[in-house]
C-alpha cells in the first residue's frame, strides 16, 4: 500500500517570542515491511535543519528560529510503502516463556523491560489486573496471552479525546477508563514488561478504516505496541482499535514510552502563552519516488489546540506537545 502522510504543526504565541528551538520524530522508519520513498520538511519561519539518529535508530530533525517570531508552523510530508506482516502462529508453545528469560533476550532488551517514565506499576493498573483476571492468561502461550490482553484492553476503555493529555499518567485513563491510543499503549506496554515481555512504544500514523470498525482520530498522530517473542520477533499490536499492527499502520518512531518520540518537542523564550494546532492526513499516494537517506527541506496549514507556560523571565519555556490519539 502507497500512503501519503502530512503532519502539519502550528506553534501561535500571544505576543512574539525571542528564539524557538525544536526537535521532531516525524519521519518514517525502514523497515521490512515499511519503505521510505520520500519526505519533506518545510517550516515556516524558514530555519537551517540539522539532523541525527537518536539511540533507537529515529531519524530526528533539530533547528532553531532565532528571530522573533509569532507564530512557528512545522509541515512535514512523507510517502510511505507498506506491506503486509507475515502471517503469525496460532499460538506457540509454552516453553516461549522461558525462552524469555535466556540472557539474550534480557541483555539486547533491557531498554524495554524495565518498568519506567509513563510505564510503571501502580495500584491502579494492579487493580485493573486483578479486576479483569489478567495474570491468569500467563497460563497460555505468550502469543495467545498477549492476543487476549489487546482485546482486553480495547474492550475495557472506551475511545475518548480530552480525557487525558500529552503527560498524563496511566493512572487518569485507568480511572477514567476512557482515553486514547497513547494512553492505551502505555497500558499494555506496561503489563506486557510486568510480565517479562520486552515491549516498545510505536509513534506513527494510521490510514484509518472507520468502515471497518477503527476508533482513532484520523486527523491525529496514532500510536501502538511492539512486543518481542524470540520465535516470532517484533509483533505490533494496536490495542486502539483491536487490531495488529499492518500495512495501514506507518512507523515514525521507537522507544520506551511517548517521551522519546514525541511528535514535536522544543522550548521558546518569551513570556507569551503558546497554543497549539495539530493536523493530520494519511491518504493514498498516486506513485512513488527516490528513496532518501535523511531529508527534502523546501507554507502551511492548521487544526486544533491548547496551550501552557512555565514562569521564569527570560528562560526558555516548554512547548506544549501534541497528544497521539
Known sequence: MLLEVRHV????????VRESLMEVWMQPRKTPQQRLTSFDLELDPAAQVFSYADPYGNAVYHFDVPHPHDQLTITARS???????????????????????????????????????FCIETDALRNFVAERGLDRLREQ?????????SDVIYEAFDYEPGVTDAESPIDLALSARRGVCQDFAHIMITICRSWGVPARYVSGYLFTD??????????ASHAWVEVFLPSTR????????????GERHVSAAIGRDYADVPPSRGVYKGEAESQLAVGVNVRRARATSGEPEFIGLSSPSFARGGGRRRPGSGAFLLERQQQQQ
Open 79 to 117: 510517502v510511505v510503502e507498506t506491506t503486509v506482516p507475515d502471517p503469525l502462529p496460532e499460538a506457540l508453545d509454552l516453553g516461549e516463556w522461558d525462552r524469555l528469560k535466556s540472557e539474550s533476550v534480557l541483555g539486547d532488551n533491557f531498554d524495554f523491560l524495565r518498568l519506567q517514565g
Open 141 to 149: 502461550d505468550p502469543l495467545t496471552a498477549l492476543r487476549r490482553l
Open 210 to 219: 472507520r468502515d471497518g470498525g477503527d476508533r482513532s482520530d484520523p486527523e
Open 9 to 16: 504543526t502550528r506553534y501561535h504565541y500571544a505576543a512574539p
Open 234 to 245: 517484533w509483533i505490533g499490536f494496536d490495542p486502539t482499535n483491536n487490531s495488529l499492527a
